[in-house]
């Protein structure tokens, strides 16, 4: 498994991460604990070292089964979680619970993440959200402190703005931003990225495979389990699916002439955009699990990403990729 260091001053992780939250929520009912454990112990034997969770996972469940899964290869592997929801167990954070970053509840729910994840240092912290109701230099002030308490190793935010990065980032170094990033959505490449590059900050993209459809085993006629997310979300219409497809066609061709699945050549376009993004697909399968991690192996030219990216300029992706009232809380 090839490395990569999560920006400037980072740890260094495998350069495909797993990302745990279908595992426990938002793909129909949890999956089996005992078979989830296997998976993540396959992932370690295979080199994946990079695990992100959060407490909204569940809640707290997902954090639960990392901490079981993990504890005898804590050492090796490098755990993320995120805080910044008012959180009760048996709640479903499906209907967005409300955002929380003040500072002591930040410490609180740092506390209860360490004894769910089994360990005594977060490796990375994410605020989950920005909360317009608290300023962000606390936020950073709070992470500060947790980071000087030995709780905490080191800071991220998901899903922030380039002006949120830029003030958090001067009160306590940000380490990396965790935010959507694919052939399908592409708008942190706007304002972003730059602030990143110029930070010494790294990417983390999740949902790098667009929730499954850029692997080409989703199209228009594909159902969805009750309690998936994508029901809900106007990408994953059924007219949506039709008109996205081309997306898909683009990927397979290009895997066509570099024996590779569309995502595969995905997962290396984002490999291939900066030597500091290091993607977090999910997944609940072994196969598939192999199959990420085999995009690694996938080299992209310059030509080829000239092709991808002047094909991908010619195609309109259809719906939003969540409803208003959760986009509304990104980019903050």
């Not at 922030?160 to 959505?185: C, D, K, N």
């Not at 590059?197 to 594909?222: C, M, Q, W």
């Not at 995905?266 to 991690?293: C, F, M, S, Y």
Request: contains cysteine; aromatic residues 6%; hydrophobic residues 40%.
């Amino acid at each position: 498994m090839q490395k990569r260091k999560l920006g400037k001053h980072g740890p260094e992780v495998s350069a495909i991460g797993l990302g745990c939250m279908g595992m426990s929520f938002s793909l129909g009912p949890p999956k089996d604990v005992g078979e989830m454990t296997v998976l993540l112990r396959q992932a370690v034997e295979r080199g994946v070292t990079f695990f992100d969770t959060a407490e909204v996972y569940g809640p707290f469940t997902n954090e639960n089964l990392l901490g079981e899964a993990l504890a005898p290869v804590r050492d090796k592997v490098v755990l993320a979680t995120k805080f910044g929801f008012d959180l009760k167990p048996g709640s479903d954070p499906r209907h967005a619970p409300s955002l929380n970053s003040r500072p002591q509840h930040i410490k609180e729910a740092v506390e209860g993440s360490l004894k769910r994840l089994k360990t005594e240092v977060i490796d990375l912290l994410y605020q989950h959200r920005v909360d317009p109701a608290v300023p962000i230099e606390d936020v950073a002030g709070a992470v500060k402190d947790l980071i000087a308490a030995g709780k905490v190793k080191y800071f991220g935010l998901s899903e922030a703005g380039a002006g949120t990065i830029r003030r958090a980032h001067a009160v306590q170094p940000v380490t990396a931003l965790q935010s959507e990033y694919s052939l399908w959505w592409r708008r942190v490449e706007d304002e972003e990225l730059p602030v990143l590059e110029e930070l010494g900050i790294a990417l983390v993209p999740f949902s790098p495979l667009g929730r499954g459809f850029l692997t080409g085993k989703i199209d228009a006629s594909t159902t969805f389990a009750d309690g998936d997310f994508r029901n809900n979300l106007p990408r994953f219409t059924q007219e949506a699916r039709k008109a996205n497809q081309a997306v898909v066609d683009l990927l397979a061709e290009i895997g066509q002439r570099k024996g590779a699945t569309p995502g595969q050549v995905a997962l290396a376009w984002l490999l291939a955009q900066k030597p500091w993004i290091v993607p977090i697909p999910g997944t609940t399968r072994l196969d598939r699990l192999e199959e990420n991690i085999g995009a690694t192996a996938i080299t992209l030219t310059a030509e080829d990403l000239k092709e991808i990216d002047a094909a991908a300029a010619a195609i309109t992706v259809e719906g939003g990729r969540y409803p208003e009232r959760l986009e509304q809380m990104t980019r903050l």
